[in-house]
């Protein structure tokens, strides 16, 4: 962009201001990508110690202030329904909070929510090229494999960190072992990045870009199987099956000389898994791999997800609090009735009313729309947003079970990642420009 271009763009108050171009706003999405996983500072909190869990801070909570007041500084956001959307279904969880008697921590919670949504908002200000995309999506694969390590050597070499949210009890009274939970000691959170980088990974830079190696394709899958084993979640099946049957279908669909290759990379995953899960049965704990099984009831003592106490929770969480215009408060379900909800769209109902959920779904049907409608010439365009289509089926399937989009060490990658896919465009410069 010219500096009489970029000078007519910004505002007039900011024409004196230092020029801060759209190539170092997508090295800040880089910077972001790099630490998102990375970031988790423990706090002194009421349980007061690290290994017995603690609050944490979070790069969203150090960086989103700045990034939402770098976005302003830009001034030049997309004409988008996805963002339209977005900002309304944030504005609802602050509608909501007249309902809170807390204010003081009811508003820091209503803060991080925003600031988990506003590295998507800053990715969503730019044009991206496809070779702005594969930079991303590199700096990402392994800033989310140091996170994961991270996430692993915690659970070897510490243990449980919230020992109550990472117990997984043995059958006939035998104990119980425990899961992994990554930084945060929470199980559900770890297996959301392990899951959300390994698809990314493999919907995106491996399928849209075909620009993964052999090596990291290996890592990526082994990450994933063993990681998968460890956390015992049943939601990340879900996640998977569902992101790499619409991958496929989608990609499928926008490219058709891509359909055979689909299917020959679809099968070549399912046998690289195959292939791992021998070992990782091997060199997993006997106690957790019998516990892991039994939950994804291939054992004799069944707790599937069939017979999860999710479904009595839901109906009890209805008959307690019906439904509100405004929704009862961001965050209040837990306080008020001592359930977990551990389903995104009832619980934005719940605690963001009829609207906040109405302006959620607005914001991820937009995004599919705008990702399947893509009519790009450049197939590689066409390809990577059909693939980020698949992805985001996978995270819309989650949702059924768990709150991953409260989750602030992986949604906001993901949310990035869409970002990116939603203005991505021809690749007819090196650079990334408005």
């Known amino acids: 962009m010219s500096a009489t271009g970029l000078d007519i763009a910004l505002p007039r108050h900011a024409r004196s201001l230092p020029r801060f171009d759209a190539w170092s706003a997508s090295s800040i999405v880089c910077f972001c990508l790099a630490l998102i996983p ?14 017995t869990g603690a609050d944490h801070l979070s790069f969203v909570d150090l960086f989103g202030l700045p990034l939402l007041l770098l ?22 969880a602050w509608i909501s909070m007249v309902n809170v008697g807390d204010l003081g921590r009811a508003t820091l919670r209503v803060l991080r929510l925003c600031f988990i949504y506003s590295p998507f908002l800053l990715a969503l200000s730019l044009q991206w090229t496809v070779q702005g995309a594969e930079r991303a999506l590199r700096v990402f694969w392994w800033s989310g494999l140091i996170g994961i390590v991270i996430g692993f050597l915690i659970y070897w070499f510490i243990g449980a960190v ?12 035998l104990g119980y072992v425990f899961r992994a939970g990554g930084q945060l000691g929470n199980s559900g959170g ?3 990045l392990i899951t959300s980088w390994a698809m990314i990974a493999l ?6 870009l075909r620009r993964l190696s052999a090596a990291q394709i290996a890592v990526t899958l082994a990450v994933l199987v063993y990681g998968v084993v460890i956390t015992a979640s049943r939601n990340s099946l879900l996640q998977i099956g569902l992101a790499l049957m619409f991958t496929t279908l989608f990609v499928a669909r926008s490219h058709r000389r891509s359909a055979g290759q689909m299917l020959v990379t679809v099968a070549l995953v399912i046998s690289l898994v195959a292939l ?4 990782i049965a091997v060199i997993t704990d006997s106690e957790v791999l019998r516990a892991t099984m039994s939950r994804f ?8 997800i069939a017979h999860s106490i999710r479904f009595q929770n839901w109906a009890g969480l209805l008959d307690q609090l019906g439904w509100n215009l405004l929704g009862i408060g961001y965050k209040q379900t837990l306080a008020l009735t001592g359930l977990n909800v551990d389903n995104a769209y009832l619980r934005i109902f719940l605690e963001l009313g009829v609207a906040g959920l109405t302006f959620f779904l607005l914001l991820w049907g937009s995004i599919q729309l705008q990702l399947l409608g893509s009519r790009s010439p450049d197939a590689m365009v066409r390809r990577y947003k059909a693939a980020a ?3 985001a089926m996978g995270e819309l399937g989650r949702m059924f079970f768990s709150d991953t989009f409260t989750m602030y060490l992986s949604t906001p990658s993901v949310m990035v990642m869409l970002a990116i896919a939603l203005r991505l465009r021809s690749s007819d410069t090196g650079d990334v420009r408005r």
């Open 38 to 51: 990375i970031v988790a500072i423990p706090l002194p909190g009421a349980s007061a110690g690290f290994a």
């Open 71 to 92: 976005l302003l500084y830009r001034a030049r956001l997309p004409d988008s329904m996805s963002l339209l959307f977005a900002l309304s279904f944030l504005a609802c």
């Open 162 to 173: 919230r020992e109550q949210q990472q117990a997984l009890f043995l059958k006939n009274g």
């Open 190 to 192: 770890f297996s959301h």
């Open 203 to 208: 919907s995106l830079y491996w399928i849209g």
């Open 276 to 279: 791992l899960l021998p070992l």
């Open 297 to 304: 009831g291939l054992g004799d003592d069944d707790r599937s």
């Open 389 to 391: 289509a698949g992805l």
